[in-house]
């Protein structure tokens, strides 16, 4: 017997209002590696930039693919990774403009510090990235600054351990004007809370708010993927739990949301169990290789959060 890895494929269904969320890998090519997170890409959708990690994330780089029809080409690590740390990359709307987590040194010649919020530019989409530049005060501070995501009025929405946070870790906001950051303020108890809130992902006319919440009552048990929609007075509206399938009873966060497409990119630590006796180690290899092994991987869904937004109003 060899278990095949369309026996594992997750195709359960779930409704709401007239949809049916299924949920499918994503980026197959990537199943080599034993753990991925992370996904953004451009608006064409033809380059994406994910990080992939060691086991035990001492070694952790941001790597990028590009498209080509329907299949994603063999990816390469991104000019600006592969030293130090890096992770949680998430492109600007226009695409000119990348941001990441990184633990590098301010300067080459000192230590590596505490995980700060970078980025690095581009004139056009077909241009070289820059060296990478330190966001500096007041976004970053002495405490860990991670998983930023920008709208496309340069607001800038990201996870910190900062004083005054209501929470163990909470979603953290900074205004863009007149070219420069306002000191950052924690979201409101709509979205934090005294547990852990992270990797937020921002619309790019700041409309939604997708985070991940921990362990919260209202989940399906370990991190599951929120949203919170914004009224006409800026006021956000309490946060609700993506529906199942998109949430598991495993660790599911990183929402990316393709906009145009309606499509939901993310990264979950789901598995199953086999469907029979595994009689050889070469069928337990190819139990261990399959997409839903327990190791990070990123998944998709189609989701209209339109919908999904009046559906959970009028229920």
Same mark, same amino acid.
């Given at each position: 017997?060899?278990?095949?890895?369309?026996?594992?494929? @997750?195709?359960?269904?779930?409704?709401?209002?007239?949809?049916?969320?299924?949920?499918?890998?994503?980026? +197959?090519?990537?199943?080599?590696?034993?753990?991925?997170?992370?996904?953004?890409?451009?608006?064409?959708?033809?380059?994406?930039?994910?990080?992939?990690?060691?086991?035990?994330? +001492?070694?952790?780089?941001?790597?990028?693919?590009?498209?080509?029809?329907?299949?994603?080409?063999?990816?390469?690590?991104?000019?600006?990774? #592969? +030293?130090?740390?890096?992770?949680?990359?998430?492109?600007?709307?226009?695409?000119?403009? @990348? &941001?990441?987590?990184?633990?590098?040194?301010?300067?080459?010649?000192?230590?590596?510090?505490?995980?700060?919020?970078?980025?690095?530019?581009?004139?056009? @989409?077909?241009?070289?990235?820059?060296?990478?530049?330190?966001?500096?005060?007041?976004?970053?501070?002495?405490?860990?600054?991670?998983?930023?995501?920008?709208?496309?009025? #340069?607001?800038?929405?990201?996870? *910190?351990?900062?004083? #005054?946070?209501?929470?163990?870790?909470?979603?953290?906001?900074? /205004?863009?004007?007149?070219?420069?950051?306002?000191?950052?303020?924690?979201?409101?108890?709509?979205?934090?809370?005294?547990?852990? +809130?992270?990797?937020?992902?921002?619309?790019?006319?700041?409309?939604?708010?997708?985070?991940?919440? &921990?362990?919260? /009552?209202?989940?399906?048990?370990?991190?599951?993927?929120?949203?919170? &929609?914004?009224?006409?007075?800026?006021?956000?509206?309490?946060?609700?739990?993506?529906?199942?399938?998109?949430?598991?009873?495993?660790?599911?966060? *990183?929402?990316?949301?393709?906009?145009?497409?309606?499509? @939901?990119?993310?990264?979950?630590?789901?598995?199953?169990?086999?469907?029979?006796?595994?009689?050889?180690?070469?069928?337990?290899?190819?139990?261990?290789?399959?997409?839903?092994?327990?190791?990070?991987?990123?998944?998709?869904?189609?989701?209209?959060?339109?919908?999904?937004?009046?559906?959970?109003?009028?229920?």
């Amino acid at each position: 017997m060899r278990l095949s890895f369309i026996s594992f494929l @997750l195709l359960t269904t779930i409704g709401f209002g007239q949809n049916e969320i299924q949920v499918y890998p994503a980026l +197959e090519l990537l199943q080599q590696f034993e753990k991925v997170r992370d996904f953004t890409m451009t608006q064409s959708g033809n380059e994406a930039y994910f990080t992939i990690q060691s086991a035990n994330e +001492e070694v952790s780089v941001i790597a990028s693919s590009t498209k080509d029809g329907n299949s994603w080409n063999t990816p390469h690590i991104a000019s600006f990774s #592969g +030293e130090y740390k890096d992770l949680e990359p998430f492109l600007s709307p226009d695409g000119l403009q @990348l &941001y990441f987590v990184s633990n590098r040194p301010l300067n080459p010649s000192e230590e590596v510090k505490d995980f700060d919020i970078w980025f690095v530019k581009r004139s056009d @989409l077909s241009s070289d990235w820059s060296e990478p530049i330190n966001m500096g005060s007041p976004v970053n501070s002495d405490s860990n600054e991670f998983y930023p995501a920008v709208s496309k009025n #340069g607001n800038l929405y990201f996870t *910190c351990d900062c004083p #005054g946070a209501i929470g163990r870790d909470d979603i953290f906001y900074a /205004e863009y004007k007149d070219g420069t950051y306002a000191k950052p303020v924690p979201l409101d108890a709509n979205i934090n809370s005294e547990g852990f +809130e992270y990797n937020a992902f921002i619309s790019s006319d700041e409309s939604y708010l997708m985070f991940g919440g &921990y362990n919260r /009552e209202d989940g399906q048990g370990s991190g599951d993927i929120y949203i919170s &929609y914004k009224d006409k007075q800026g006021n956000w509206s309490k946060a609700m739990p993506l529906p199942v399938n998109i949430n598991s009873k495993h660790m599911d966060y *990183c929402p990316y949301m393709d906009e145009i497409n309606n499509i @939901l990119y993310f990264t979950s630590r789901r598995s199953i169990n086999p469907t029979k006796r595994i009689e050889s180690t070469q069928e337990l290899s190819d139990f261990l290789g399959t997409y839903q092994n327990g190791n990070s991987r990123l998944y998709k869904a189609k989701i209209d959060l339109e919908k999904f937004k009046n559906h959970k109003t009028k229920s």
